[in-house]
């Protein structure tokens, strides 16, 4: 037998793709929002099971204890403009302690140290000047304002929800007050993300208030998700990837409420592969779980000794993403590969605005 170190070298970023046609990448989310399908997953047998996400009450534990991660996206996508005119398009990504800020950038054309672009909003007018200083890896630019400005209000200003690309949206139908809306999930709470949480874009306050009626016990942590979620594998192999750190807060409450659920032996539910991720980083070793804010630059994948989390709602994720990994280590690679089969043979929607699994 191998250890996990050796089974970790072993893997290969190809180990983690499927097949999908393009009709099943959702384009909107389900109306209502808990109307979209749920897969139910045992992750012991492989068992499958289909039902619709406003059944979720019936199918957790009374003494569960759900984690929500109420981090609220902000409007994060903007548009620049080049001295030549060119158009960039950017997504601002987090403020840096010297009042710089981090963004992702792409567009035609070489972007150079030193330039200067100038951020404008739907109708060309510009709104704040940016110096391009340095360059990181994946696109990524560290920006200067060139003057004072506050990042989210500029970018309530002029920014659009921060769509991923495989949602198309067009100039003329831009969508973006649906989409306002429709990519935060109805407890969001904490201003961060630069993507949604998607898990949690399925309920709604019946849902909740079900939950609660059921017995299962709710608590939140925030993860303000950032490129660490949805920055490509640009590695063979998974052991060579390095996450980008996102910022996670537990609160004292949730620290409590999750240590208290696992010295009681109740399950834990992690809504998201968001809150897996900040529950598995603040995790002792003696099993409970630490309060405070920090950053974390976990990457799970397989094999991985969940410490804290019993149960998953997550989405269908991309392939050769660290999301599906992080599955797979919860369910085992195969077992969530033919999950997925069996989803697409069933018509389930993917992504972000897709269906959901739960996995128990």
């Avoid at 035609?108 to 100038?118: I, P, S, V, W």
């Avoid at 874009?201 to 950032?226: C, I, K, P």
């Avoid at 897996?276 to 099993?287: I, K, M, P």
Wanted: aromatic residues 6%; neutral net charge.
């Amino acid at each position: 037998m191998t250890d996990g170190r050796s089974e970790q070298d072993a893997l290969r970023v190809a180990d983690f793709d499927y097949d999908l046609p393009a009709e099943a990448i959702a384009q909107a989310p389900a109306r209502p929002r808990d109307a979209s399908r749920l897969m139910v997953l045992d992750r012991g047998t492989g068992d499958v099971g289909h039902h619709r996400f406003r059944d979720l009450p019936d199918l957790l534990r009374p003494d569960d204890l759900l984690v929500l991660n109420d981090t609220r996206v902000i409007a994060a996508a903007l548009t620049a403009r080049r001295a030549t005119g060119g158009r960039i398009k950017g997504c601002f990504l987090r403020p840096l302690a010297d009042g710089a800020w981090e963004v992702l950038l792409s567009g035609r054309g070489r972007l150079r140290q030193g330039e200067t672009l100038t951020v404008v909003d739907a109708d060309d007018r510009p709104h704040a000047a940016l110096c391009l200083e340095s360059r990181g890896e994946g696109g990524v630019w560290t920006v200067r304002p060139a003057e004072a400005v506050d990042p989210l209000a500029l970018l309530e200003a002029v920014g659009r929800p921060p769509l991923p690309p495989y949602i198309r949206r067009t100039r003329q139908d831009p969508r973006t007050a649906a989409d306002r809306a429709d990519y935060q999930t109805v407890y969001a709470r904490a201003d961060g993300a630069v993507a949604a949480p998607t898990a949690g874009l399925h309920f709604t306050d019946r849902v909740l208030d079900r939950l609660a009626a059921r017995g299962v016990e709710r608590t939140v942590v925030t993860l303000h998700v950032g490129l660490g979620t949805f920055q490509p594998v640009r590695a063979e192999r998974p052991a060579d990837h390095r996450m980008h750190e996102e910022f996670l807060e537990v609160p004292a409450e949730a620290a409590e409420a999750v240590t208290r659920a696992r010295r009681d032996g109740r399950r834990v539910v992690a809504v998201g592969t968001t809150t897996v991720r900040a529950l598995e980083s603040v995790v002792r070793d003696d099993g409970t779980v630490r309060p405070g804010r920090e950053w974390t630059d976990l990457f799970i994948y397989p094999p991985y000794d969940f410490r804290v989390v019993g149960a998953m709602v997550t989405n269908f994720h991309l392939p050769r993403t660290t999301l599906l990994m992080m599955v797979s280590a919860f369910a085992g690679r195969e077992r969530v590969l033919a999950a997925y089969r069996e989803a697409v043979r069933h018509g389930y929607r993917f992504y972000s605005y897709g269906d959901a699994m739960l996995i128990g």
